[in-house]
């Protein structure tokens, strides 16, 4: 059977990659490496995995040979940590933002740090199904996107590739305290609990990403919110003169027919009218929606994701699926939970 | 294959009783009825199972033939709608407190209205497969227990079987707002949000499951608080002389050894030291834990889950799998999240 | 003493009013009426209130004759209320949105249902202090703004009147489930606890209020939240060629640098550089901050309140305050909590 | 005008003490320090001061001279804190653990650490003035008890004080995560949102003050809940024989009936029957009730408190207000929010 192993485990991103490959009906999960953890069990650090594993963590680099190598290391970080595991023969599967970018004086613009191994960047294929699928299916080297990255993206592309946007669009993220890590400061239950904090009122470093992934230039504000797990993206663009909402709903109907993790979601009225993403903790789903205002000319698209899921760990094992040549659903068939 | 429907699938229990039903790899999903939202779409109520299915539900009484029906009508309306499926040669799995209690007069008194099916009684098992897995092998008719009684029980039966309780225990239980249903008064979210609502002070309808299953009486306080999903009860009882946490420890080891949905949590530090139920939202599991003072001669037994899932709709398809042959885990794999 | 008078005095807002007048040093709280409950304690609705008045609510019409009359009624049934006050002497605090729109036509668009006293609409001054405190100081009837007009009308005052703010500023609103009333439905807790459910995707009503606040057109999109009290607007605008960062802060500093309840908040880094409603809960200030970017010609402007008092009966009490001639701070001192 | 400082300003229970003491008519603010945030701004710590006060955090030890010195060290840290200022004059109130058990040995067991001042805890008087009404007027030097101590000490005093409860009371105490103080660990917002951990299954430290105050040994059992702010305690307990409903509402009328800042809760029924701490955040209310069961010779008592106000700096300066002859609601009227 594939196995498949997780560099830097210990974090909420590497928990969900176990969680995901224990339940995986056609890869084995083959081990978990953490530095801060190493000989511990790893359902101490994960308690949802009870009963599910007797594992350990390892010492980084103690890792058996595997088919498949999932990293998660902190940015900044990863880049070493990829160096090392590339001549394991094993196909790598980066979930950090180090290999996101192909250019390395971007990189340095936003992460404030320069790239140590700019000469890596052209091997990697960046990993969106949805935009990326071919080339994922034969690459060796894969950067899963950002969350809000990712939201943004699949929220806008139907637009931008039919031509219905014109302009900048301005995009609005809200995301929940897991996105920040397992210890990271400011983030104490007391101060986040209900909080709405604009963290990074203009410029994020995922618009990097965006502009990338649509070859055009987004605004990007980002804002804390009280929840854990979730991701919400508004995107507002100009139509194109002409462009109402049929053309938007054509636009995205058909940009996401096929798509097994990209669901439409736009009704008339309701509660549940647009993606939101409390009902996807746990899913691998992108709910995709929008409003089109025909007088204003303009667009509002939403979308909504589980930042550990669709946002990282479950969009990277939907990438070893195609890179297997496996059925895509494969261990992400769980639906979300409501009420929840 | 294998068919299944749902009687009453507008609710929160209906809901994921559809899920688990779409998710299930033995069983095919063949229909929900619902009073008030036939002919509308399943998706519209449970918004988690987007693209999952589209049905609509069906008028009651106007579901297909199937293997196994379960009925999730509320209580003292569960009575009349479980007779009238009675006769369609459907394995019937309630989930209503109607069919629990075996004695009519019990019934009356912890429900407020008289039992109108009592010849019925006798023809139930109760559905709880850790203290029935065999007679639910071969029952035509499934009761499935309360939430509450569940954690209650699973609690308190390693202690109460191996003779190291004493006494009446006291039953201290919690419980998120999905178990109100989902038109229940008091429960907007203004009112229930970060509510300790000490809504049953000195007995709930639950203490008569418990000392039904357990034989002996329990003495029973619910809080509603302010999650959604979860039920966590902690259940204080004298031990017996000269028993201390070994003898306390062996018997949960001992007894709950092979049950697959559950673990016993019992760890010296941590803050995952006892069960809670916040990791297990959407899984089957019922987390049961304890701390034994031997000087004090008593024990804490602690016992988590998800309502709506191990004290609910998850329980039902297990012993739905029992009764059928097929693997007890059979579509209840779903491990549960961390952090969420 | 001077006496004030709450009728509609079951809802939260109400409430609220009630709460502020109880504690005022100046005025005395003189009754409050309720049609649903006539009759009823008033701590039995506002459990806050315990041990701060024994009093019940009286008959919609049965109130005393008071100085200040709060008219706390629901959209479009607070005309007919009002109208039936005008004749008793006292000073009119109208807290719905029927005297808020000057053109009838423009209500009727907005509220859907056509305006019965268009003829009152003139007599009424904007209870928006900030704005329009000398009129405020002389009005025998006064119509508080809505909550998120207030917030993004404080938000982006600052940049318009000075000629900063160029074209349409976008708003993006997000607000408390408070807001919705007691009764308002798809507001379980189960439901709304943790949702981000946009559901005012391109337009809102307060928008026109803004608009004849502002005298510019606002595109407004609104985000149901999991909060139970708090508004939150972030608005997007074009800078006038030429500004910047320093312009942008000289604005604001000058603009509330005498406002007791306006407080600018816009730090360069930490977990609270923003405006946040978390710590705001209870208090009558409306925080604003800004963050400005000198090359892409644009500014960000965020404003935080309390739906409940700067968004509704706190600002209502400072618009008393004014009337009367009382220190505009009497009776909201309270300065909100950290952490909560 | 009185004056009054804060030692160790930065923590939560130093913030609390701050506001109130901002807000307070009769005593002046005269300065807090800080070991780790000396020279910063008071503000910078407690967002909600923001307008209130430009001062910053002196160096400990470099406070002005005042009448009332408030110390709000750590547990441990304390008792050398409160040595160095007990030659300045000033009435000293201690918020910590450190000098609340007479006993040094009884100390030692439940903090780990021997006491370094056992010869100064006769000079303590428990600061509850529910209690201690009297010498509270007289001391120099007052303890305030601890959160869960005060609110299971005020739930069982009337049972006690009239003989109405026998045996040995169980007390089980759920508590908010602004208690565990602004730096702890494992209470990241992630790890700690929703989380129902039981971390004192079987003994807390609490336990020694609540024996202490009540002359009787109680079981205690300890959740941290998902809340940021508030305690809950559940106390069961046995009747004296011939005791019933009757007597128990009549020893808790008669033992509050003058008690400003504590309010009997005991309705029939209703959302708000029992006492719950949602409504009580930044109120110095203890709120109480019970339910007794005749037949069951049974009476739970529930009492709720904010952990910070009743819970900790609203008592202190209740006592404050004693210890100087003021009115002793001074400072202390905020009656809290509904909803919330």
New interface residues.
């Given amino acids: 059977m594939t196995t498949a192993c997780v560099a830097g485990g210990a974090g909420?991103i590497g928990?969900e990659l176990i969680?995901l490959l224990?339940?995986h009906p056609r890869v084995e999960f083959a081990g978990a490496s953490s530095a801060t953890l190493a000989g511990r069990r790893i359902d101490?650090a994960?308690?949802?995995?009870?009963?599910?594993t007797d594992a350990s963590f390892t010492e980084p680099g103690r890792l058996p040979r595997c088919d498949v190598l999932f990293t998660a290391a902190p940015h900044t970080r990863a880049m070493a940590a990829v160096r090392e595991h590339l001549d394991t023969g094993a196909v790598v599967i980066d979930l950090s933002g180090d290999f996101r970018l192909r250019d390395p004086g971007e990189y340095e613009r936003y992460y404030g740090v320069p790239h140590t191994e700019p000469e890596l960047l052209d091997g990697f294929v960046s990993g969106l199904p949805e935009l990326h699928r071919a080339e994922i299916a034969t690459a060796d080297r894969i950067s899963v996107p950002g969350c809000m990255a990712t939201a943004a993206i699949l929220a806008l592309h139907p637009l931008v590739r039919s031509g219905l946007a014109v302009g900048e669009p301005?995009v609005?993220a809200?995301t929940?305290?897991?996105g920040?890590g397992?210890?990271?400061a400011?983030?104490?239950?007391?101060?986040?609990?209900?909080?709405?904090?604009?963290?990074a009122?203009?410029?994020h470093r995922h618009e990097a990403e965006i502009r990338q992934a649509l070859g055009r230039p987004v605004?990007m504000?980002v804002?804390g919110?009280?929840?854990?797990?979730?991701v919400?993206v508004?995107c507002?663009t100009r139509l194109a003169p002409g462009a109402g909402p049929r053309e938007v709903r054509a636009a995205y109907r058909t940009r996401y027919a096929a798509e097994p993790f990209v669901?439409v979601?736009a009704a008339r009225r309701?509660?549940?009218?647009?993606?939101?993403?409390?009902?996807?903790?746990?899913?691998n789903?992108c709910?995709v929606g929008f409003?089109?205002?025909e007088a204003?000319g303009?667009v509002?698209a939403?979308a909504?994701l589980d930042n550990l899921v669709k946002g990282g760990a479950g969009n990277a094992v939907q990438c070893m699926n195609l890179r297997l040549g496996l059925p895509e659903r494969s261990g992400l068939?769980?639906?979300?939970?409501?009420?929840?």
Wanted: charged share 20%; no cysteine.
């Fill in positions: 909420y928990g969680r224990l339940g101490g994960h308690p949802n995995l009870r009963g599910l301005r609005d809200r929940g305290s897991s920040s397992a210890s990271a400011h983030n104490t239950h007391a101060e986040r609990s209900g909080a709405l904090r604009v963290y009122p203009l410029g605004r504000t804002t919110i009280g929840a854990v797990r979730g919400q508004l507002w669901r979601v309701g509660p549940h009218r647009l993606p939101d993403p409390k009902i996807l903790a746990g899913a789903f709910d409003a089109a205002d204003g303009e509002l939403v909504a068939e769980f639906s979300g939970l409501h009420p929840v």
